[in-house]
T-cell receptor, first 114, second 109 residues
Framework: EPEVTQTPSHQVTQMGQEVILRCVPI?????FYWYRQILGQKVEFLVS????????KSEIFDDQFSVERPDGSNFTLKIRSTKLEDSAMYFC????????????FGPGTRLTVT | RKEVEQDPGPFNVPEGATVAFNCTYS??????FFWYRQDCRKEPKLLMS???SGNEDGRFTAQLNRASQYISLLIRDSKLSDSATYLC??????????FGSGTRLQVQP
């Protein structure tokens, strides 16, 4: 069964550093998303991406965040200058045309900012 | 008022029991409804979409009441492997899922 994959599984970085989280969505999916989950809290929407542009973004997704689809398979989330409060699990998700309301999640990247 | 509200539990039930979870949502513009399950420190996994007519998938039955803005999930014949956190999720059609905080289920032998 096709799956969303994410790398790395765990990233430790110092405050103020830039990080890039990588995702490979399911191959025939056209809609891509990033969510985050702070430990002990609920999953929160960050951004959705379709046709090489952002479709929706939440108020969490400020100027420190950016997304990119650099090639035909990868989808990345960049945090320009990390803060302690960015520590969370970051999940990538994707959905297919025609069933785009059903989103499938990757295993996540645990980001720890020290 | 929380956008999606769930009883956090935990629900501790014996194997074979029937258990029901409820969820309410505040945004009447919500169009799509789902139940996801999440195991500890893992990703949310889509369990089922929820339709107005109600739908069933094996031991799982989901119901939606748009008038009351209420979603339910019924699990029959609980298995040990059903132990997880069950997340109620809604979408207003923007494809930006709004998650509840989840209801924890522990099925005991």
């Amino acid at each position: 069964e096709p799956e969303v994959t994410q790398t790395p599984s765990h990233q430790v970085t110092q405050m103020g550093q830039e990080v890039i989280l990588r995702c490979v969505p399911i191959s025939n999916h056209l809609y891509f998303y990033w969510y985050r989950q702070i430990l002990g809290q609920k999953v929160e929407f960050l951004v959705s991406f379709y046709n090489n542009e952002i479709s929706e973004k939440s108020e969490i997704f400020d100027d420190q965040f950016s997304v990119e689809r650099p090639d035909g398979s990868n989808f990345t989330l960049k945090i320009r200058s990390t803060k302690l409060e960015d520590s969370a699990m970051y999940f990538c998700a994707s959905s297919e045309q025609g069933r785009d309301y059903e989103q499938y999640f990757g295993p996540g990247t645990r980001l720890t900012v020290t | 008022r929380k956008e999606v509200e769930q009883d956090p539990g935990p629900f501790n039930v014996p194997e074979g029991a029937t258990v029901a979870f409820n969820c309410t949502y505040s945004n009447s513009a919500s169009q799509s409804f789902f139940w996801y399950r999440q195991d500890c420190r893992k990703e949310p996994k889509l369990l089922m979409s929820v339709y107005s007519s109600g739908n069933e998938d094996g031991r799982f039955t989901a119901q939606l009441n748009r008038a009351s803005q209420y979603i339910s999930l019924l699990i029959r014949d609980s298995k040990l492997s059903d132990s997880a956190t069950y997340l109620c999720v809604v979408d207003t059609g923007r494809r930006a899922l709004t998650f509840g905080s989840g209801t924890r289920l522990q099925v005991q032998p």
